[in-house]
């Protein structure tokens, strides 16, 4: 599976955060979830908790979407350092990676301020970066939660959208796989991200990325429209 990534890519990474909110310069990662898969078919996982800066509280509301509680955190949780350290070593050794996320504008951007004190952001210097989201929007009419999804492709049984982020890793790449098998261009989407015509970019812009407004109304993929827009 996944043929049209391992042609270009030796490793594809999978990963997902749940945060403290949606502010990726105040708020924090509270949980990260990755998969590591290589062209070979070998795979690691991280799926860690991570305590709070001292200053900083668990909001009430993330403890009911996710089930996480900050006793949880303090008794589980990995020190920040030691999470940065866990991830990075997934993409070591790899000469061509690619980093996968639902709707991955917000999780690299969270991902870049958790690294960036640690002295590791350089390590997103090397990975392309490929947007389920975007895919999924091009495939289905809206609604496009991964938890919509899941149930358009039928992967309920095996896959679920729980808010914990290894469980939505596991999701995301089963998800990927069934594009894959539905229409095997995943490839074309690579630093490709769609945004909402309404409300633009989230966050700040990732610099080896193009942006492109992608519409509810679903007519040509959004990388062939790239391709037109580049010629005039």
Do not use: W
């Not at 949880?72 to 997934?90: H, I, N, P, S, T």
């Not at 089963?174 to 098998?181: F, G, K, R, S, V």
């Amino acid at each position: 599976m996944l043929k049209s990534l391992f042609s270009r890519f030796d490793r594809v990474v999978v990963f997902d955060t749940e945060t403290t909110g949606l502010e990726f310069t105040r708020d924090e990662i509270i949980e990260l979830g990755a998969v590591s898969v290589t062209a070979a078919g070998e795979a690691d996982e991280l799926d860690t908790l991570i305590r709070l800066s001292p200053e900083k509280r668990l909001p009430p509301f993330i403890t009911s979407l996710t089930g996480i509680t900050p006793e949880q955190l303090e008794r589980e949780g990995m020190d920040k350092g030691e999470a940065c350290g866990a991830f990075c070593r997934l993409l070591e050794g790899a000469e061509r990676p690619l980093l996968v996320a639902y709707n991955a504008q917000f999780d690299l951007n969270f991902l870049y301020y958790f690294l960036r004190p640690f002295g590791k952001a350089e390590v997103l210097r090397a990975p392309h970066f490929l947007d389920a989201l975007t895919v999924y929007r091009d495939r289905r009419d809206y609604p496009h939660k991964l938890e919509d999804a899941i149930e358009a492709y039928g992967l309920g049984e095996t896959a679920v959208n729980s808010h914990r982020a290894v469980d939505d890793v596991r999701a995301a790449v089963q998800l990927l796989e069934a594009m894959a098998a539905e229409r095997d261009d995943l490839a074309s989407y690579v630093d490709l991200f769609g945004y909402s015509p309404k409300y633009g970019v989230s966050g700040r812009r990732i610099a080896s990325v193009t942006y492109r407004p992608q519409s509810l109304y679903r007519t040509a993929p959004l990388y062939q429209q790239a391709e037109i827009m580049t010629k005039l």
